[in-house]
């Protein structure tokens, strides 16, 4: 079973940056499509990023493109998530999830526990 765990949040002034990161506790991450998630109150959970298991394939939702980046060392079992040129709408509890096929739904197999980006205007 492979189990996530999300660090890097935290409360950051508009136009800063935040570098997320999962880290995976199984050896079979290394198998596994990668991809970040985010939740805003009262919101569906919605998809911001994913790469495959072999990470020569990214994909981003429309509000990251053009200013997220996700990427991942295999060496590390860790995946990351750089967000530049933060807003405030990028406040979110944010979710790392992982799954045997790179999908954009939240139909993901493994979830993280979430970590919280705030965003002050």
């Known amino acids: 079973q492979v189990l996530l765990v999300e660090s890097g949040g935290g409360l950051v002034q508009t136009g800063a940056s935040l570098r997320l990161s999962c880290a995976a506790s199984a050896r079979t991450f290394s198998t596994y499509a990668m991809a970040w998630f985010r939740q805003a109150p009262g919101k569906e959970r919605e998809f911001v990023a994913l790469i495959s298991w072999t990470g020569s394939s990214t994909d981003y939702g429309d509000s990251a493109k053009g200013r997220f980046t996700i990427s991942r060392d295999k060496d590390k079992n860790t995946v990351y998530l750089q967000m530049n040129r933060l807003k405030p709408e990028d406040t979110a509890v944010y979710y790392c999830?992982?799954?045997?096929?790179?999908?954009?739904?939240?139909?993901?197999?493994?979830w993280g526990q979430g970590i919280q980006v705030t965003v002050s205007s």
């Open positions: 999830a992982a799954n045997l096929y790179p999908v954009t739904t939240t139909e993901y197999e493994y």
